[in-house]
């Protein structure tokens, strides 16, 4: 079974300020890690995954995230953050092998000021 | 393409009714899954169909809660004698076969029980 835990549950920045928001996990197998984001009033959205390979993976936005084995984190950074980006951000694993579902954590609401 | 749809967007009922909550998934995703988001949480798996069959219910809080999927395609969450506490998003995802790991989700239905 996997656990994620995300440290933060708001985050407040100013506009063009980098943010990073805290991701770890738990799990007794091998996990894929993601980041879904969630507009207000609007469905989940896959932002980043990591599967294999590299384990820097970046988003089409700017976002990056970086998985950390030995310290079983995802954490996600922007260097420059807009207002745009406001949103609820989730960390989620799957176990690569055995059960087909996403564990998520609790979330992080990232608000940036002007 | 067209992505998963959830009907209805929005549910109100009363404590003690029983509902049903659609989802269409993307043609051609024989992976269905639902998930509870409950507020200020992150979605909580529910269960997972590979085709017709519920592969996985683990997650399913109680026998008030079933869900079905008899042609492969749609599938309805159906909840018996509802409470309050059964009030949250129901979002629903598909995938290909053999790719968890890519989940599309819906816009949720809100169901809220007064």
């Known amino acids: 079974a996997q656990s994620v835990t995300q440290l933060d549950s708001q985050v407040p920045v100013f506009e063009e300020a980098p943010v990073e928001l805290r991701c770890n996990y738990s799990s007794s197998v091998s996990v894929y890690l993601f980041w879904y984001v969630q507009y207000p009033n609007q469905g989940l959205q896959l932002l980043l995954k990591y599967l294999s390979g590299s384990t820097l993976v970046e988003s089409i936005n700017g976002f990056e995230a970086e998985f950390n084995k030995s310290q079983t984190s995802f954490h996600l950074r922007k260097p420059s953050v807009h207002i745009s980006d406001t949103a609820e951000y989730f960390c989620a694993a799957l176990g690569v092998q055995g059960a087909q579902k996403l564990v998520f954590g609790q979330g992080t609401r990232l608000t940036i000021n002007p | 393409g067209a992505g998963v749809s959830q009907t209805p967007s929005n549910k109100v009922t009363e404590k003690g009714k029983y509902v049903e909550l659609r989802c269409d998934p993307i043609s051609g995703h024989t992976a269905l899954y639902w998930y509870r988001q409950s507020l200020g949480q992150g979605p909580e798996f529910l269960i997972y169909f590979q085709g017709t069959g519920a592969a996985d219910d683990s997650g399913l809080p109680n026998d008030r809660f079933f869900a079905v999927r008899p042609e492969g395609s749609v599938s309805t969450l159906k909840i018996q004698r509802t409470e309050r506490g059964d009030s949250a998003v129901y979002l629903c995802?598909?995938?290909?076969?053999?790719?968890?790991?890519?989940?599309?989700f819906g816009p949720g239905t809100r169901l809220t029980v007064t």
């Open positions: 995802a598909s995938s290909l076969q053999g790719r968890s790991y890519e989940q599309y």
